[in-house]
């Protein structure tokens, strides 16, 4: 990584804030009943938006209260592709009861 032909990326300095959890019950309020589930998936679950569109039926265990973060939806060059998610790693998520 020390070659004069390779250059490091400019990290971004724009900071980022998560919403105040009131922000977030506005939108979950407002938002069409059919995609409401994504946001209570990231709120309820702590899943980011590419692991919520890549959530599917058979990662849900509701016998024991978890989902199942198996793959990610990403964009490249336009087109979506599954990958595994961020870190390449698949985890295990706590699903609440409200959530459930």
Same mark, same amino acid.
């Given at each position: ?26 939108? =979950?309020? @407002?938002? #069409? ?7 209570? !998936?990231?709120? %309820?679950?702590?899943? $980011? ?21 198996? =793959?990610? @939806?990403? #964009? ?7 990958? !595994?998610?961020? %870190?390449?790693?698949? $985890? ?9």
């Amino acid at each position: 990584m020390h070659s004069k032909s390779v250059k490091w990326p400019k990290a971004s300095q724009e900071r980022r804030e998560a919403w105040l959890l009131e922000a977030a019950l506005r939108v =979950r309020d @407002v938002i #069409s009943p059919r995609n409401r589930i994504a946001v209570m !998936l990231g709120l %309820g679950c702590g899943l $980011r938006q590419g692991e919520v569109f890549g959530l599917s039926p058979e990662d849900i265990d509701h016998g024991r209260g978890v989902l199942h973060v198996r =793959r990610q @939806v990403q #964009s490249i060059g336009g087109k979506l592709y599954f990958a !595994l998610p961020k %870190g390449g790693k698949t $985890r295990t998520a706590d699903m609440t009861s409200s959530v459930a």
